[in-house]
């Protein structure tokens, strides 16, 4: 364990040169805003423990989205009247049955999606392994391989060894850059992050999947980081298979089920690796042999988790109204106004944007790196950005870090406000402005 750095305290007098002029911009902009009224539909309520009661500065939607109003009250009547008096006869009664594809189909409009594409269950790395081994099972015969974004999440790696393991195909890194030049005739399929998680990069969904499908070979995309931040068009670019969580910008709650979407033309042909009685022709005949539903039923596995899938149906309400489109033109400008705060408060050199510049290759978040030298000043080369984390967090503004030198801040259009941005900027200025300064030379 690394000792805690000690940040010295906010004087609150002296007001960094230019915070005038962003703040103003930041008030203009919110004014400007035809999404600002959405953020009333999240609890904007302070933290129990915070001691000045202000709402934090919440920039962790890419990890956990905040709170619908309206999730509250549906899940006490979910459990107070549906699980408490009509008990049973819920399943048919309140539509728990047919959640898994009612609540796939409030999800669709926002991926890109027609209905009876989309199907809500499971964690998205169960998900994954559905769609890998589905996908291999529907490639051609001669595939021998599987590619897998070099830069993925860690879980789509893992599954995708063993999904490629159990179907005896080898598993190819490969940066989502090069997938078009590397993609073969020998590859079944490939599995590509749309955005990011570290830097925020945005992946070129409709030329990696026209190229892989030039090839013969099946797209597989995982949206966690691009669902309800920005517009996927997944019927548009026909993507074969893709997976997604719904605790991040879908603001499903904790743990809440993931997704899985498989292109209309390729249900039919779609064999799940985990054929569960939540998607036989005819669950309730108790058939001793299998014979999976038409259409993304066959995507089920087994009893839906109800109360996180019905918390997740309530939750989607808040995006009554507002279009897609909107949400990427705020989530653009406003992690475009976050780097000109940024490279207005914080000295130069001590961070350094791993978050693409230009808009067409940025998801919704700001990935900014340590700098080493700063690091290695203060911990004797012990990582500071976690430091930095903390101390951010115990001055109200909630990002995240990932090892080792990476500040992640997430931008949801939905409740994130331009002023959010600039305190977030400022508050960040402050730490890092408190920090020993930095040699001139030192990476930046
Ligand atoms: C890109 C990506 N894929 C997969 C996952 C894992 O999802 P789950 O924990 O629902 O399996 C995450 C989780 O944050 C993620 O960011």
């Known amino acids: 364990m690394s000792e805690t750095p000690e940040f010295p305290e906010p004087s609150g007098r002296s007001e960094p040169a230019g915070a005038r002029e962003q703040a103003a911009r930041a008030a203009e902009l919110d004014a ?16 129990p423990d915070h001691a000045s009661g202000d709402t934090d500065v919440y920039l962790d939607g890419n990890s956990l989205g905040m709170l619908p109003r309206g999730v509250a009250d549906r899940i006490a009547d979910v459990i107070d009247r549906e699980w408490g008096r009509l008990r049973i006869r819920s399943w048919s009664e309140s539509g728990w049955w047919t959640a898994p594809e009612r609540v796939g189909d409030k999800i669709a409009p926002l991926i890109g999606a027609g209905p009876g594409r989309v199907v809500v269950g499971d964690s998205t790395s169960v998900n994954i392994f559905k769609a890998l081994i589905g996908g291999v099972r529907m490639a051609g015969k001669g595939c021998t391989e599987i590619l897998v974004d070099a830069t993925t999440f860690p879980t789509d790696g893992y599954i995708a ?7 005896g195909l080898a598993v190819r890194p490969v940066e989502p850059a090069r997938i078009a ?21 945005l992946n070129d969904l409709p030329g990696i999947t026209h190229a892989l499908h030039s090839a013969g070979a099946l797209a597989v995309w995982d949206l966690c980081h691009s669902a ?32 899985l979407y498989i292109r209309e033309s390729l249900q039919e042909r779609f064999e799940s690796p985990l054929p569960g009685w939540n998607s036989h022709a005819d669950p309730f005949a108790m058939d001793p042999s299998y014979t999976p539903a038409d259409g993304i039923a066959r995507g089920r596995v087994g009893t839906p988790d109800i109360l996180s899938l019905l918390a997740l149906e309530a939750a989607l309400e808040v995006w009554d109204g507002v279009a897609i489109e909107d949400v990427r033109t705020k989530s653009l400008a406003l992690t475009d106004f976050f780097l000109e705060c940024v490279a207005a408060y914080v000295p130069p050199g001590r961070v350094r944007s791993l978050t693409p510049a230009d808009h067409r290759s940025r998801g919704s978040q700001v990935s900014l790196a340590c700098s080493p030298k700063l690091a290695a000043d203060r911990q004797g080369g012990t990582p500071l ?53 930095v040699e001139s030379g030192a990476a930046g």
Not at 238 to 257: E, I, M, Q, R, S
């Open 161 to 167: 060894r063993s999904a490629a393991r159990m179907t």
């Open 181 to 201: 030049d590397e993609v073969t005739e020998r590859t079944a399929l490939a599995l590509v992050n749309h955005v990011d998680y570290r830097t925020g990069r």
């Open 385 to 437: 950005a976690g430091e930095v984390m903390d101390e951010l967090i115990r001055r109200g503004v909630v990002g995240d870090f990932r090892h080792p030198d990476v500040l992640r801040f997430g931008f949801t259009p939905l409740y994130t406000s331009f002023a959010d941005a600039e305190r977030a900027a400022r508050v960040l200025g402050e730490v890092l402005g408190a920090l020993p300064e």
């Open 228 to 259: 309800g931040a920005l517009p996927v068009g997944l019927d548009a670019h026909h993507v074969d298979l893709a997976v997604g969580c719904t605790y991040k910008y879908l603001n499903g709650g904790p743990g809440a089920p993931a997704y």
């Open 32 to 47: 400007a805003d035809p999404l600002a009224a959405v953020r009333e539909r999240f609890v904007l309520d302070p933290a």
